[in-house]
């Protein structure tokens, strides 16, 4: 029997889960940043400052930014590693990619974009000093594969910062849920004119490991110092993993 892995709260063949995911990505991605401040009131611009600062970048610096989508981090870390540096934004989704790639440019920062797959990234072994996945771990077939990849990119010494909506606080899942199951897919529909993506964006987080497993998860691809921060009372987490050999 073929193993299943999940599409939101459906199980289907990890074969589909690609090109399901792509799929959404490609329907929402002229929205995605207008959606991005309508779902979080913004608050996912703090977020990823938060990475940012977290991230210690200094000039000269290899930075790579794995679903990087619509440059957000990308940004930050060209403005960081100055010209010395090298930040590559890489995404699975064409359509993206070239919006990120895009605002680059406009920023002046002319770093390269690569489509390519989290879980067979096409660079050299330990070359990178930092790698980033902000809000696109959730999305790959196989988290463990993908993390061991970005692992294989990092040089000793650096460091994987992974930003993604966690388990909230308990005490607040009725309201969330309410927010998640009613009032994002509504919210979805009447921006980008596609309910059924944000109702996947609602199931993706739900079947996402918590905090804790996804701490383990990373331990057992080969990192080590791993700690997490919660933010948003837990509805976001920032896990951080050092490679030290």
Not at 7 to 24: I, L, T
Not at 68 to 92: M, N, S, Y
Request: proline share 4%; glycine share 10%.
């Amino acid at each position: 029997m073929t193993e299943k892995t999940h599409f939101g709260f459906e199980s289907v063949d990890p074969a589909a889960k690609a090109a399901r995911v792509k799929d959404v990505f490609e329907s929402v991605a002229q929205r995605y940043d207008i959606m991005n401040d309508l779902m979080s009131g913004g608050l996912h611009r703090l977020w990823k400052a938060h990475t940012l600062s977290r991230a210690g970048i200094r000039p000269g610096m290899k930075v790579l930014d794995v679903a990087g989508g619509t440059a957000d981090l990308a940004r930050g870390f060209a403005r960081r590693v100055g010209p010395t540096g090298e930040v590559w934004l890489t995404d699975i989704n064409g359509p993206m990619l070239e919006i990120g790639r895009d605002r680059m440019i406009d920023d002046g920062a002319a770093q390269p974009a690569v489509q390519c797959d989290a879980e067979k990234l096409p660079f050299p072994g330990r070359y990178f000093d930092r790698v980033s996945v902000a809000f696109g771990l959730r999305n790959m077939t196989n988290k463990g594969a993908a993390l061991t990849e970005m692992r294989r990119v990092i040089k000793p010494g650096g460091r994987l910062l992974v930003l993604e909506f966690s388990h909230i606080h308990p005490g607040l899942q009725r309201l969330y849920d309410l927010y998640s199951f009613v009032v994002l897919p509504r919210l979805g529909k009447a921006v980008t004119g596609d309910e059924h993506s944000y109702r996947y964006l609602a199931e993706s987080i739900r079947m996402h490991p918590d905090q804790e497993s996804l701490a383990e998860l990373m331990r057992e691809s080969g990192f080590e110092r791993v700690r997490y921060t919660n933010l948003a009372a837990g509805g976001v987490a920032l896990h951080e993993g050092t490679v030290l050999d």
